[in-house]
């Protein structure tokens, strides 16, 4: 009996750090792409910026389900999950809309997608972190 429970506990305790490890990559991701974004932007540098968006794309792909930011969610914040879903989507969205912008190059638009991506990222932020 003591065996199981040792075995649930230590499985707990992995899946607990994992859903961290997930997270702090993911964060880790987008933080760097926005700032590759940001300072292609102020640099006219376009090869920056695409660079950046797919930083975004990959460290938003890596924590944008339920389950994943369930797991990392304190059990008071669990009801929260959807307030970060939808900022993974609006995310997505918008660096969508970043790259065609960029394509036809409305760099003015382009620019306004950046903002609604950091503007998404401290929604969820503010909200889940309690800021």
Same mark, same amino acid.
Do not use: P
């Given at each position: 009996?003591?065996?199981?429970?040792?075995?649930?506990?230590?499985?707990?305790?992995?899946?607990?750090?994992?859903?961290?490890?997930?997270?702090?990559?993911?964060?880790?991701?987008?933080?760097?792409?926005? =700032?590759?974004?940001?300072?292609?932007?102020?640099?006219? +540098?376009?090869?920056? #910026?695409?660079?950046?968006?797919?930083?975004?794309?990959?460290?938003?792909?890596?924590?944008?389900?339920?389950?994943? #930011?369930?797991?990392?969610? =304190?059990?008071?914040?669990?009801?929260?999950?959807?307030?970060?879903? +939808?900022?993974?989507?609006?995310? =997505?969205?918008?660096?969508?809309?970043?790259?065609?912008?960029?394509?036809?190059?409305?760099?003015?638009?382009?620019?306004?997608?950046?903002?609604? #991506?950091? +503007?998404?990222?401290?929604?969820?932020?503010?909200?889940?972190? +309690?800021?």
């Amino acid at each position: 009996m003591k065996l199981g429970k040792l075995l649930i506990a230590g499985f707990l305790a992995f899946s607990v750090a994992q859903a961290e490890d997930v997270m702090q990559k993911s964060m880790s991701m987008m933080e760097e792409g926005m =700032t590759q974004i940001q300072q292609g932007f102020l640099n006219n +540098n376009i090869a920056l #910026i695409e660079n950046g968006t797919k930083l975004v794309n990959e460290g938003n792909s890596l924590f944008n389900k339920k389950e994943v #930011i369930g797991q990392y969610l =304190t059990e008071e914040k669990k009801h929260l999950v959807n307030v970060a879903v +939808n900022a993974s989507k609006r995310i =997505t969205l918008d660096v969508n809309v970043l790259n065609l912008n960029l394509e036809e190059k409305a760099y003015i638009k382009a620019s306004n997608a950046y903002s609604d #991506i950091l +503007n998404a990222c401290s929604s969820c932020h503010a909200l889940v972190r +309690n800021w």
